[in-house]
């Protein structure tokens, strides 16, 4: 199966679509986008106010943007942390990695809590490194977060490595304990039942043309309120006046057929980690519940004009490029059957640095930015932009949420297109140049064409 938005939902079923607005309305708090940053938004401000009138707006329906096809590495990695060291002092910085790794707690707590079994398994994060020039990145990776205060953090060997997983060639890995895998489309469905059940109203078929200081303008009506939090991520380009704050990057995964016994025993993998590689163009894979490997990995990486995928539809030469990373870390797997691939959008601010904010003039909020990392950074920015609400209506004061350094960070736009393809695609294929030589040199020193890139990214 190709699209179908993602795996997940063709192993969970898609969801009943909720009612459409039905025309003009006043609320206190007006969410547009129905993923985990929207739907937490919601369930924490519900929770700390009951009274509020919230009211979600979600274009198709709830998970149906890269909260309901993600890789579900619920992890503590959050785009622009080292950005944030520069800029706020490294304190602040640890303070905002201290605030993510209590945040895949958080995630498991209230998912326990709101009886949502989202298959969630707590094995940690293993990041592998296969060639040499990767094995030195995965060492100042390692050392870099065991010195923002990861002292669980462990470095394995090869030996070490082949112990819990067999990938080929490996040379090395790098484990934390502040990860999990998870079904994502079974987290954002618990979530919205989990948000409606305090009494949230949640419009689907919806989709917001515009944000406005204090309205949100769809098809049906306009919903006026004091906040109006844009929760749209990869999709934010989509919104009238916004086509060039956050670049719709892609995503690409396959599925498995479900492995066989013997397949798992040459594979290992135990523990259940999720997996990642060390390679500037990375891959990212998790052992599912039901016995299959899903991996994903960038395949086009971007869309001319900002555009979005449809439902997921996903390129042959994608599928055929994922599958040979498969089958080059698990060769034993080379006759497995791909049962699905699927795409999506992440947002990717023209700094790579995750933001949250709310305009007080305006009462215009926002979050995201999260370039990858967002199954756990949403919970973290949605509590965020819950004080920071809260804060701005004198129902609470500042918390130490509102202390983060991401709180109010405000970067250019992306340059206008033809460029911002150009730019996008030259990256990739730079990404993916480095990786191939890094592979056949086996030299140890990392692309100076890559660093390069990174660099004239603004990703340096
Ligand atoms: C293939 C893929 C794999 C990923 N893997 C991982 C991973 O393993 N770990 C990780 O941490 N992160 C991962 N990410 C990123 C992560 O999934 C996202 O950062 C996170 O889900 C963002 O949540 P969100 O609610 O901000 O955005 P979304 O989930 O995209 O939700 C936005 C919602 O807004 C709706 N919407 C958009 N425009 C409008 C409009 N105009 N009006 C109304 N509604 C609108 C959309 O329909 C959508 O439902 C991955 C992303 C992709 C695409």
Known sequence: MNGGISFWYADDGLPAVREPLGGDLSADVAIVGGGYTGLWTAYYLKRAVPSLRIVVLEGRFCGYGASGRNGGWLYNGIAGRERYARSHGREAAVRLQRAM???VDEVIRVAAAEGIDADIHRGGVLEVACTPAQWARLREF?????????????????????????????VGSSWTPHGARVHPAKLVKGLAAAVERLGVVIHESTPVTEVRARRAVTPYGTVRAPYVLRC????????????????????????????TAQQWASVGWAGRETLGDMAHAYMYAQRTA????????????????SRTDDDGGTRAETVRALREVLVRMFPSLAGVRIAHAWSGVLGVPRDWCASVELDRSTGV????????????????????LCDLVRLDAGQGGRTELTELPWVGHRVRRWEPEPLRWLGV?????VYRAADRRERSSR???????????????GRG
């Open 101 to 103: 790794n209590g945040t």
């Open 142 to 170: 390692h050392a870099a977060e065991s010195a923002f205060g990861e002292k669980d953090r462990e470095l394995y060997g090869a030996r070490e490595t082949a112990e819990r997983i067999r990938v080929a060639d490996a």
């Open 232 to 259: 749209t991520e990869g999709f934010t380009a989509g919104l009238k006046g916004q086509r060039r704050t956050w670049l719709p990057m892609n995503s690409s995964m396959i599925a498995t057929e479900p492995l």
């Open 290 to 305: 039901d016995g299959r490997i899903a991996l994903g990995g960038r395949g086009v990486p971007y869309r001319f004009g």
């Open 365 to 384: 909020g926002w979050a995201g930015g999260y370039v990858g990392s967002g199954v756990a950074t949403a919970n973290l920015a949605a509590r965020t």
């Open 425 to 429: 695609r030259g990256l990739y294929a």
């Open 443 to 457: 030299g140890a020193g990392s692309s100076r064409l890559a660093r390069v890139a990174d660099r004239v990214a």
